[in-house]
């Protein structure tokens, strides 16, 4: 099956806490990426990679960052959470082209 | 950078009826995407509609896009209760790496 894998489908952690969720592509995509949701259904996009360029939205806090081992596999670690990164977090993948974004189930963050 | 923007927040039909979410966007664009999201699913492409087109369809779906007013349509026929979902629309920026920037989304409901 190709898609976008994501773990874990839920987390529940402490603030000040670090967690860290995992991302993987089988569709071959040389670029990932990883969107923010909000309670409201709002889709944010954190950051944009490929094996050539990070691109970050300049309105995300530093405690985030992705982590690649490969095209294939698209971290996101938070250092220290806080109470408003509660929320859904989706990876996605897509080509060069941009034509269709494939994206994950979704890990759902309540920071309590 | 682009923004888009869904018009309504929520539209609620009964099985049969049609739908029509609109979309409006800020900048120039290549492509304007329309995805949809089913509870606790990352969202899914239904349609793509290149700057050069003025109308694609795909089953149930129509999509129409007019560069003058720089809108989107997205009209569903013959609405099922499956169909309940949220509805974006999305756009492309410049560079390929900064993935889609996604409307607020409009939450459709079909009841029986």
């Known amino acids: 099956e190709t898609a976008v894998f994501q773990t874990p489908n839920y987390h529940v952690t402490q603030v000040g806490n670090e967690v860290s969720f995992n991302c993987k592509q089988t569709?071959?995509?040389?670029?990932m990426y990883w969107y923010k949701q909000d309670s409201k259904k709002l889709l944010k996009i954190m950051f944009s990679?490929?094996?050539?360029?990070?691109?970050v939205n300049e309105t995300v806090p530093r405690r985030f960052s992705p982590q690649s081992s490969d095209k294939a596999h698209l971290n996101l670690r938070i250092k220290s959470v806080e109470p408003e990164d509660s929320a859904v977090y989706l990876c996605?993948?897509?080509?060069?082209?941009?034509?269709?974004?494939?994206f994950g189930k979704g890990t759902r963050l309540t920071v309590v | 950078s682009q923004l888009a923007e869904e018009n309504s927040w929520a539209l609620s039909v009964h099985e049969g009826e049609s739908v029509t979410v609109n979309c409006s966007y800020k900048?120039?664009?290549?492509?304007l995407q329309w995805y949809r999201q089913k509870s606790g699913k990352g969202p899914a492409q239904l349609i793509l509609?290149?700057?050069?087109?003025r109308e694609k369809r795909n089953g149930r779906l129509r999509a129409t896009l007019d560069t003058s007013s720089q809108s989107s349509s997205l009209s569903i026929t013959a609405t099922r209760c499956e169909d309940t979902a949220v509805y974006f629309c999305?756009?492309?920026?410049?560079?390929?790496?900064?993935?889609?920037?996604f409307g607020l989304g409009t939450r459709v409901s079909v009841f029986p």
């Open positions: 996605a993948s897509s080509d060069r082209g941009r034509t269709e974004v494939f």
């Open positions: 569709l071959g995509h040389d670029t």
């Open positions: 990679y490929n094996n050539k360029q990070l691109i």
């Open positions: 900048t120039s664009i290549t492509a």
């Open positions: 509609i290149r700057s050069n087109e």
């Open positions: 999305a756009t492309d920026g410049d560079n390929y790496a900064q993935g889609l920037t």
